[in-house]
């Protein structure tokens, strides 16, 4: 028996290769949520639902759970670079956006206690890799004096801490606890957002 296809105005129109780029962004910013939520083990499932495609779709663009991930850390970085390259940006600027990805992103905080002076053993290489990237970026804003500026290691060092604060069931309480963190530090922080381009 076969079925029969859907009435052409309640099927979606297959846009082939032109909707890839749209859905893996889709299923990035949809794994972003749902690990924010339910932490790293969520479903693949319900991000794909999330992101508003089947997971046939997920597979396709992500192997595997890990895939997901790394993707997720690689555009928190992406996005970081982006600001750091803005006409105008500062660090406080720079530190609003990297507490948003903290307090936004589970993944993202447990990438950011590596170690970027070389990688801490049983440290991916990624990881270590991804960590060197938001270091330069945030450096490049990062001036003579300031109190994160004061040996090499401090800077990823406090990072580090604010990661480590940024706990908690819901967004708000996590970047209410990395302000806190930063406030601690005695350092100043831009509004907390994601780098809009």
């Given at each position: ?117 070389g990688g801490r053993s049983g440290t991916p290489a990624y990881a270590s890799a991804l960590s060197r990237r938001v270091e330069q970026a945030l450096r490049r804003h990062l001036p003579d004096g300031h109190r994160l500026a004061a040996r090499p ?45």
């Amino acid at each position: 028996m076969t079925q029969q296809p859907l009435p052409a105005e309640r099927r979606r129109p297959n846009e082939g290769p032109k909707a890839a780029a749209r859905n893996r962004a889709a299923l990035i910013a949809a794994a972003r949520e749902i690990y924010a939520e339910s932490g790293l083990q969520a479903p693949l499932s319900a991000i794909a639902r999330r992101a508003g495609v089947g997971q046939g779709v997920l597979y396709r663009h992500f192997p595997d759970r890990a895939a997901v991930a790394i993707a997720v850390l690689e555009e928190n970085v992406r996005q970081i670079e982006q600001a750091a390259a803005a006409d105008g940006a500062d660090i406080a600027q720079m530190l609003g956006v990297l507490t948003w990805h903290q307090t936004e992103s589970t993944a993202f905080v447990s990438v950011l206690h590596t170690d970027g002076a070389g990688g801490r053993s049983g440290t991916p290489a990624y990881a270590s890799a991804l960590s060197r990237r938001v270091e330069q970026a945030l450096r490049r804003h990062l001036p003579d004096g300031h109190r994160l500026a004061a040996r090499p290691e401090d800077l990823m060092i406090a990072v580090g801490m604010v990661s480590g604060a940024a706990l908690g069931p819901t967004r708000e309480q996590r970047e209410r606890r990395a302000l806190a963190a930063w406030r601690l530090l005695g350092v100043e922080v831009g509004p907390v957002r994601p780098f809009e381009g």
